[in-house]
T-cell receptor
């Protein structure tokens, strides 16, 4: 059974720092991996999608990498801003394209 | 364009009362549909998913049930709520592996 973990569980940094959030999964047979952002009490916003054949994706200040063989993904946030404060979730989709498994999330606070 | 509607946004229910949360999708056909729950301070947990009308797979045993009476309608129900059912419930749909989420329902069982 696929299990997804995220490290750290929480992170508090001053504005302007570059950050790395980590995601690990136990079964490398995935269809894709996605990073989401969740603001308190709200739904999810998709940030980046990496297909299983890809190594990384970039969007603005965000860069996500995928090493499927080792079961790892990282989300890199450059020049963090207070508006980046949220919980960041990674999720993997199984090879059948049906079942998403989420990590527990990293709660990020960027202090002005 | 495709949209997903989930309601209500917030709900306060007494222990032992029934529950019905509804999710509908517009602008697509035969989507995969999902119900997730997020307990306070915890990650998203898949509760049910459906690949077609009347086809429901349960991931976690609990006192909740799901039904898909129509292609684009997914309902989460309970006959008697427990305190532990409190949480944030999210509905989602997908066709090609990219999920789209509803805005969620904050359920508080008192």
């Amino acid at each position: 059974k696929q299990e997804v973990t995220q490290i750290p569980a929480a992170l508090s940094v001053p504005e302007g720092e570059n950050l790395v959030l980590n995601c690990s999964f136990t079964d490398s047979a995935i269809y894709n991996l996605q990073w989401f952002r969740q603001d308190p009490g709200k739904g999810l916003t998709s940030l980046l999608l990496i297909q299983s054949s890809q190594r990384e994706q970039t969007s603005g200040r965000l860069n996500a990498s995928l090493d499927k063989s080792s079961g790892r993904s990282t989300l890199y946030i450059a020049a963090s801003q207070p508006g980046d404060s949220a919980t960041y979730l990674c999720a993997v989709l199984d090879n059948y394209g049906q079942n998403f498994v989420f990590g527990p999330g990293t709660r990020l606070s960027v202090l002005p | 364009s495709q949209t997903i509607h989930q309601w209500p946004a917030t709900l306060v229910q007494p222990v032992g009362s029934p529950l019905s949360l509804e999710c509908t999708v517009e602008g697509t056909s035969n989507p995969n549909l999902y119900w997730y729950r997020q307990a306070a301070g915890r990650g998203l947990q898949l509760l049910f998913y459906s690949v077609g009308i009347g086809q429901i797979s349960s991931e976690v045993p609990q006192n909740l049930s799901a039904s898909r009476p129509q292609d684009r309608q997914f309902i989460l129900s309970s006959k008697k709520l427990l305190l532990s059912d409190s949480g944030f419930y999210l509905c989602a749909w997908s066709l090609t592996g990219f999920p789209f989420f509803g805005q969620g329902t904050r359920l508080t069982v008192v």
